[in-house]
């Protein structure tokens, strides 16, 4: 089974960055797909933004698109993502999760099986 510790999450104000990062131990061969997920306060989990393993295809949600990036350390078995000009729409709570199998990446929640305990972002007007 694999373990997730997400990081890097934190406090900034609108137009700020930042950069998350998940760091994948135990069974981490074969894992297909990675992606970023968040949840905000009364509202349900959306995928952020996914990766392919075996080839970096990506692929974002278009609430962001242009703002964030997915990127992999295959070596490190290290997930990031690096958030510029944030919004305060983007305050949640920022989870990495992993799926076995597939080659299509995109961030669905209800495909991925195995994730992190998050880390919370928010960004103040």
């Known amino acids: 089974q694999v373990q997730l510790v997400e990081s890097g999450g934190g406090s900034v104000q609108a137009g700020g960055s930042l950069r998350l990062s998940c760091a994948a131990f135990?069974?981490?061969?074969?894992?297909?797909?990675m992606g970023w997920f968040r949840q905000a306060p009364g509202k349900e989990r959306e995928g952020v933004a996914g990766?392919?393993?075996?080839?970096?295809?990506?692929h974002y949600a278009d609430s962001v698109k242009g703002r964030f990036t997915i990127s992999q350390d295959n070596a490190k078995n290290t997930l990031y993502l690096q958030m510029n000009s944030l919004k305060p729409e983007d305050t949640a709570m920022y989870y990495c999760?992993?799926?076995?199998?597939?080659?299509?990446?995109?961030?669905?929640?209800?495909?991925?099986?195995?994730w992190g305990q998050g880390t919370q972002v928010t960004v103040s007007s």
């Open positions: 999760a992993v799926r076995y199998g597939g080659t299509y990446c995109y961030p669905d929640p209800n495909v991925f099986g195995y």
């Open positions: 990766i392919y393993t075996g080839g970096s295809t990506t």
């Open positions: 135990g069974y981490t061969y074969s894992i297909n797909c």
